[in-house]
C-alpha cells in the first residue's frame, strides 16, 4: 500500500509537515539520511515567533532564555539592550529536531533514519522514492531535505536562490557559560558582506558563529578568529566548527510542481536580513501539509495551492526582510547608531522578533517613506553587484 504521504528530511521543516499530516490521519513516511539525533550547523536560535508557531512545547529542549542583545558594530564597544520578555529561546538542533521528530511519531508519523534518499520517479499523481535501503510509494512528496537537499533535483523543481554561507563552533564552559552570557546574545553588525557574528549561550557552551553571501565565504574563517579575538575566546580552541549554506528564494521561483513539494531550506526560505530559517521551515511545513491533506481528499489537483499560499503570506516578509537588508549593508553605522539610541526601534525589533509586529507592519508604520525603502535598496543592490563584478 502507498503512504498517503512521504517527507523527506527530519529538520524542523519536514517533522512539522509530517506530524501535521498524521495528526490528521494521513499515513506518513518521515526519512531522514542521518541517523538520529543528529547534530546540524545552526545556531539554535529559535525566536518567540518561531516558537509560537508550534502547537507544541518547546520548552523541554531550551538551554537558555535570551532577555537582550549586546551589539557590536565592526567588534567596537559594545552596548547592551534588554527587553522584559524573553526573546528567543537557545536549543541545540541534536535536542530540538530528536524532539520535534518524537512529536511527529507520536502523532502517528512512522519515521526511518539512517537512510538516505537516492532518487525519486513520478508519473505526476504518485511518487516512488528509493532510499539506500528500500522504495517506498506515496500520493505525495514533500522535500524538507534542506540546503543541499536531493528531491528538487529529482523532481526538475530548483527554486532559484541567493547563497549565503555561514561557519559556526562552540566555546565549552563545562560548568556553565559565564553568567554575562547567560540571558544576552552578542551580535557584532556591519562587518560581513550581507551577514553579521554572533555569540549565543547554550547549557555548557557558547555558540559562536559569522555568515556572509557566499561571494564572502574566504572572509568567514579570519573574520570568526577577530570575533574570537574580541570576545576573549581561542579561536583555535573552537569546537565542532562547520559551515553549511543558507539559500535565499527570488521570490516566485518554483516551490511545488504536481504532488511535490518543497519547505524550509529546500525552498530557500530564510529571512535574508536575520538568517533565521527555523521560524519558516515551521511555517512552510505546516502550509505544505494543509496543501498536501486537500490533495489527497481530492479537493486539490496538484500542491501547487502550497506555492501560492507562500507566495501570499510568507514571501512578502521575506521579500521586505531583503530590502532592509540590502539598505543596512550599504552603509551600517547609522542603522547600528539608531539601534543603540532610540528606544522605539528597539521595541519594533523586540516586537518581530517575538512575532508581535511584521516586517510589513515596518512598512506600514514608516507610511509615504516606503517608497525610498524600495527605490535605496534597489539602489544598493546594483552598487554592491557593480562592485562585485568590477572585483572579480
Ligand atoms: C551556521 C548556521 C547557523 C544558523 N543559525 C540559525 C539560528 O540560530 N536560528 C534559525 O532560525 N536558523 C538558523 N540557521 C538556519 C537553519 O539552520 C535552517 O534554516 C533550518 O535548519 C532549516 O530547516 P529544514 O528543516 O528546512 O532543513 P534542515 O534542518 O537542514 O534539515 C534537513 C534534513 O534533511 C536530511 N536530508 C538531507 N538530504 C537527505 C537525503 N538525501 N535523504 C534523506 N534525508 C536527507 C538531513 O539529514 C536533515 O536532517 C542557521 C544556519 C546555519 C548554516
Not at 541534536?94 to 513520478?122: I, K, M, N
Not at 510542481?257 to 536580513?273: E, K, Y
Request: charged share 25%; with cysteine; proline share 6%.
Amino acid at each position: 500500500m502507498p503512504y498517503d504521504a512521504i517527507v523527506v528530511g527530519a529538520g524542523p521543516a519536514g517533522s512539522t509537515a509530517a506530524r501535521s499530516l498524521a495528526r490528521e490521519g494521513a499515513s506518513v513516511l518521515l526519512l531522514d539520511r542521518a541517523r538520529f539525533p543528529r547534530d546540524k550547523p545552526c545556531g539554535g536560535g529559535v525566536t518567540l515567533r518561531a516558537a509560537s508557531c508550534q502547537e507544541i512545547d518547546l520548552l523541554p529542549v531550551v538551554e537558555r532564555t535570551v532577555m537582550g542583545a549586546r551589539f557590536s558594530l565592526r567588534l567596537g564597544s559594545p552596548f547592551e539592550r534588554r527587553y522584559d520578555e524573553p526573546l528567543t529561546y537557545m536549543t541545540q538542533r541534536s535536542r530540538l529536531d530528536a524532539y520535534l521528530v518524537e512529536a511527529a511519531a507520536a502523532a502517528g508519523a512512522e519515521f526511518r533514519d539512517d537512510d538516505p534518499v537516492r532518487s525519486v520517479e513520478t508519473n505526476g499523481r504518485n511518487v516512488t522514492v528509493r532510499t539506500e535501503r528500500g522504495s517506498y510509494a506515496a500520493r505525495a512528496l514533500i522535500g524538507a531535505d534542506g540546503a543541499n537537499g536531493v528531491i528538487g533535483r529529482a523532481t526538475g523543481i530548483r527554486p532559484e536562490t541567493e547563497k549565503a554561507v555561514a561557519l559556526e563552533g562552540n566555546v565549552p564552559y563545562p560548568h556553565g557559560v559565564p553568567a554575562e552570557w547567560r540571558e544576552f546574545v552578542g551580535l557584532d553588525l556591519g562587518g560581513l558582506a550581507g551577514g553579521y557574528g554572533w555569540v549565543f549561550p547554550k547549557g555548557d557552551h557558547l555558540n559562536v558563529g559569522v555568515g556572509a553571501w557566499k561571494y564572502a565565504a574566504f572572509t568567514l574563517r579570519p573574520k570568526l578568529t577577530d570575533l574570537c579575538l574580541r570576545y576573549g575566546f581561542r579561536a583555535e580552541a573552537l569546537e565542532n566548527l562547520r559551515g553549511h549554506h543558507l539559500p535565499i528564494r527570488v521570490p516566485g521561483s518554483s516551490i511545488a510542481r504536481g504532488p511535490v513539494a518543497l519547505v524550509g531550506d529546500a525552498a530557500g526560505l530564510i529571512d535574508p536580513l536575520s538568517g533565521e530559517g527555523i521560524h519558516t521551515a515551521f511555517q512552510s511545513g505546516g502550509m505544505a501539509a494543509r496543501a498536501a491533506l486537500q490533495y489527497l481528499a481530492g479537493e486539490t489537483d496538484d500542491l501547487s495551492p502550497y506555492q501560492r499560499a507562500v507566495d501570499r503570506r510568507l514571501q512578502p516578509e521575506l521579500t521586505v526582510s531583503r530590502k532592509l537588508q540590502e539598505l543596512f549593508h550599504f552603509a551600517p553605522p547609522p542603522y547600528v547608531a539608531v539601534m543603540r539610541r532610540s528606544e522605539k526601534f528597539w521595541l519594533f525589533f523586540c516586537h518581530l522578533i517575538r512575532g508581535e509586529l511584521t516586517y510589513l507592519d515596518f512598512l506600514r508604520m514608516i507610511g509615504p517613506l516606503r517608497l525610498a525603502v524600495d527605490v535605496f535598496a534597489a539602489a544598493a543592490r546594483r552598487r554592491r553587484l557593480a562592485r562585485l563584478s568590477a572585483a572579480r
